[in-house]
């Protein structure tokens, strides 16, 4: 066994390698790049090493700053996560001649597989259903129409080299091609160093499975059943679960031996996917085709390690050690239900704009760190952030994944929601009310999914989740409960209100403008005349309150604001103001403030790079119409015209670094 490993990756994932190598009594060495400086996975390492600017360009990708690292600090072998060099033929060869072990397959499963267009190929060789497209070179734009239009719409253009989402353009008609083709292409060779596209037919109602293969060097392989990653935004997964509500036995029988025959046929060895894309208009199931195989280990293997009990990371280490695994099929069965959310640093509430920043305040459900035994029971979060770290521009917008096991798939999507309430994340946009929306959706709840799932069920962008009269009734009988501590509190402070004076216990609160009366007694409180049965505690400042209602816990975020709270739960963030009731009839008297129009100026969403600037002062603009193009996070943002003018200013100019809200331009 190795007695020291470098990490070639960051954030999570690196702090996820190194929990299983110290745990296993292996020294690990992290490396570094000047943004990640004071990270964790840089603290929770035996050693570390800076190796170059933030730019993955210039730190993370450069394989000869990992092998000097590697000869450094005498790590005989380096795990490369996911991203950056883990699918790069060209280091695992760089290693092999340095004698380092690499913790993945073989350089020749890696060059069979990771490529798109060429793992199609072999596929379809090898007898695997493959999806109907065109896998060879495409010259150029009106190549690119002249194959979809042959495919038949609508078509998926990716990039042959592309993951994460990245470098993928969904085209309806001949004007999406012409518009996206070219984009695909730079995110390509921005993000992967490759502008080759391959175009193939989009399957309609998809579901997207995969099956988990581990594989030693002596010839065996075993699948570790599938996972349901359906739920995805952009093409990026969102949502994960293990098993699938999909699955039959049969099913999973049926694929997972598929998926072993194509990775013997390339001689594949360690952890890797294989992705299937499944018809959910085929109710047998028997449609799936294969998609692509990611020769390395998935954001999302803690499902499948929860519901088969194996450490996917140590099975890694230990095949490329040399050793035998010592499973069998048979040994791997299905415990439960598990499902994993994954928390970005992006705004649902603007329409999912990337979002970059200090993290103020950060507490999860759960430490996210070995050695302390609070929490959830059945909650696990896997970070790579700490209060007081940013989140930059250079890298994924991923904050931490949040994985809850349950029984039954229904008990662990129950445990998602009280575990997202009780994550606290200030300081930046974030996803967490969206996902919990989608835990408590009839259609999620249901298991019919597709990958149109959130376009479909979010037409009009997020907005919260839908809030039921009970969590209204609670929630206003909790702001009331807060208001009378506080007012309680100024009493007992000298100078204020005087200790002759009672706290009020009347109070009128809105909830999102619906008033509700709320009288705090004793013993009990009253909402709307109706005796609430709640227990709870709250000392002014508290940022979280958990209350116990009819025997069940509701934890809300709380946050002040002038005249109420901001106050967050069950994936919604409500308006909350309170008033003493002699009072709350004068505030209809109040006069509202009139929000400035902004509509004549063209506002950056996001922090980001200006990549395009397609119109100048004095064109003629139509509704519609693409007026820049903006990179944040490795994604190419389009911001169109809102309605149709003449642009008067423009004061950016391409390859300008832009804050968030900064304007663009200014319309006549």
Request: charge should be negative; charged fraction near 25%.
């Amino acid at each position: 066994m190795f007695k020291k490993i470098l990490i070639a990756n960051r954030g999570e994932i690196a702090c996820r390698v190194i929990k299983t190598a110290r745990r296993m009594g292996i020294a690990t060495v992290a490396v570094y790049s000047d943004a990640d400086a004071r990270a964790p996975f840089v603290q929770m390492a035996d050693e570390a090493l800076h190796i170059g600017p933030s730019p993955a360009s210039e730190s993370y990708l450069i394989a000869d700053k990992i092998i000097a690292a590697c000869k450094q600090t005498g790590a005989e072998a380096v795990h490369p996560g996911y991203g950056f060099l883990s699918e790069r033929t060209s280091f695992a060869e760089a290693l092999a001649k340095e004698n380092i072990a690499f913790i993945g397959p073989p350089v020749n499963a890696i060059a069979a597989m990771g490529d798109k267009i060429e793992s199609k190929k072999l596929a379809k060789e090898a007898g695997v259903n493959v999806v109907p497209g065109f896998v060879g070179e495409i010259r150029d734009t009106e190549h690119a129409v002249e194959i979809s239009n042959e495919i038949g719409y609508p078509v998926m253009m990716k990039a042959s080299a592309g993951g994460g989402g990245k470098g993928m353009r969904l085209a309806y008609d001949e004007k999406d091609v012409r518009e996206g083709f070219e984009a695909t292409k730079r995110e390509g060779l921005n993000s992967f160093g490759d502008d080759r596209v391959f175009i193939e037919k989009f399957i309609l109602n998809p579901r997207h499975i995969e099956i988990q293969i581990l594989g030693d060097q002596h010839g065996n392989t075993l699948y570790l059943n599938e996972r349901e990653c359906s739920i995805q935004r952009r093409h990026q997964k969102v949502v994960e679960e293990a098993p699938s509500p999909f699955v039959s036995p049969a099913m999973r029988k049926a694929m997972g031996e598929q998926c072993v025959a194509l990775s013997k046929a390339v001689g594949y060895y360690s952890a890797g996917t294989v992705e299937l894309i499944v018809s959910g208009a085929d109710p047998t199931g028997e449609s799936f085709y294969f998609l692509e195989m990611n020769t390395r280990l998935q954001v999302e293997h803690p499902v499948t390690e929860a519901i088969t009990g194996i450490d996917l990371v140590e099975q890694m280490i230990r095949v490329a050690a040399g050793e035998k695994l010592e499973l069998t099929q048979d040994d791997v069965k299905i415990d439960g239900w598990a499902i994993e959310n994954r928390v970005y640093a992006e705004d649902p509430y603007r329409g999912f704009l990337p979002s970059t920043g200090r993290l103020v305040r950060y507490r999860t459900p759960v430490p996210a760190w070995e050695g302390d035994e609070r929490g959830i029971d059945g909650v696990r979060v896997d970070a790579g952030v700490e209060e007081g770290g940013e989140v930059s521009i250079f890298y994924d917008p991923m904050i931490a994944k949040l994985i809850t096991w349950g029984k039954t798939r229904d008990e662990a999507a129950d445990l998602q929601i009280a575990a997202l309430d009780r994550f606290e994340l200030e300081g930046l946009g974030h996803n967490i009310d969206f996902v919990s929306a989608i835990m408590q959706h009839p259609r999620f709840r249901s298991g019919e999914l597709t990958t149109g799932f959130i376009a479909e069920e979010y037409p009009e962008g997020f907005h919260g989740a839908p809030t039921d009269e009970k969590i209204a009734r609670a929630l206003a009988a909790i702001a009331g409960f807060m208001a009378s501590a506080e007012a309680d509190r100024a009493r007992r402070t000298d100078g204020q209100l005087g200790d002759r004076l009672e706290p009020p216990a009347k109070w009128q609160v809105s909830i999102d403008g619906e008033a509700h009366k709320v009288k705090i007694g004793e013993k009990h409180i009253k909402v709307d005349g109706d005796k609430i049965d709640i227990a709870l505690e709250y000392t002014p400042g508290d940022r979280l309150v958990v209350a116990e209602i009819d025997e069940s816990e509701l934890a809300v975020k709380v946050a002040k604001t002038r005249g109420g709270w901001r106050m967050t739960a069950r994936g919604h963030i409500h308006d909350v103001r309170v008033l003493p009731w002699h009072v709350a009839p004068l505030s209809a008297h109040m006069i509202e403030k009139i929000p400035p129009d902004l509509s004549k100026f063209l506002i950056c969403p996001m922090p980001g790079l200006l990549v395009a600037l397609h119109v100048g002062a004095g064109d003629k603009v139509e509704a519609g119409q693409p007026l820049a193009t903006v990179e944040a996070m490795k994604m190419e943002n389009i911001l169109r015209a809102e309605k149709s003018g003449v642009v008067k200013i423009v004061n950016a100019a391409q390859g300008d670094s832009l804050a968030v809200d900064a304007v663009i331009l200014e319309m006549e």
